[in-house]
């Protein structure tokens, strides 16, 4: 993925795991808490691992093909529905990234992302916000 700088997540659940802070930066990734590096295997045949999981729905949102985009009904709240996927496979297959964002702000609010039809990894956003580079 093509950014600069550092990532950091903070890991809220499951309940057991509450704290551990990912760190998270061009072609590094780590999971740690008090020092202790965390082991979390891949989710896919491509290699991701639940700390690469963000910095993927980041980049599919930046530069995946879009399949179908459509408007949804969130308890009230508009919501902008993006899938991304290969364009040469059928849904379900191979990788894919669902992607919900606010339409009035476009910050991202969910992402989930499969592999072969099955859900490995669903993250819900707070606090999402873009800054442009540092002058």
Not at 63 to 78: H, I, S, T
Request: hydrophobic letters at 40%; charged letters at 20%; glycine letters at 10%.
């Amino acid at each position: 993925w093509a950014w600069e700088g550092e990532t950091l997540l903070t890991l809220t659940s499951p309940e057991s795991v509450a704290g551990l802070t990912a760190h998270i930066s061009q072609g590094e990734t780590a999971l740690e808490y008090d020092g202790v590096m965390v082991e979390t295997g891949e989710l896919n045949a491509d290699g991701l691992t639940p700390v690469d999981a963000v910095p993927a729905l980041l980049a599919y949102a930046q530069e995946g093909f879009m399949a179908e985009c459509v408007l949804e009904d969130w308890d009230g709240e508009e919501r902008l529905h993006v899938t991304c996927r290969d364009p040469e496979k059928d849904p379900g297959q191979g990788t894919e990234a669902q992607l919900w964002f606010q339409p009035d702000t476009a910050a991202l609010v969910r992402g989930e992302i499969s592999s072969d039809g099955f859900t490995v990894i669903a993250c819900e956003v707070s606090g999402f916000t873009m800054a442009g580079p540092a002058a």
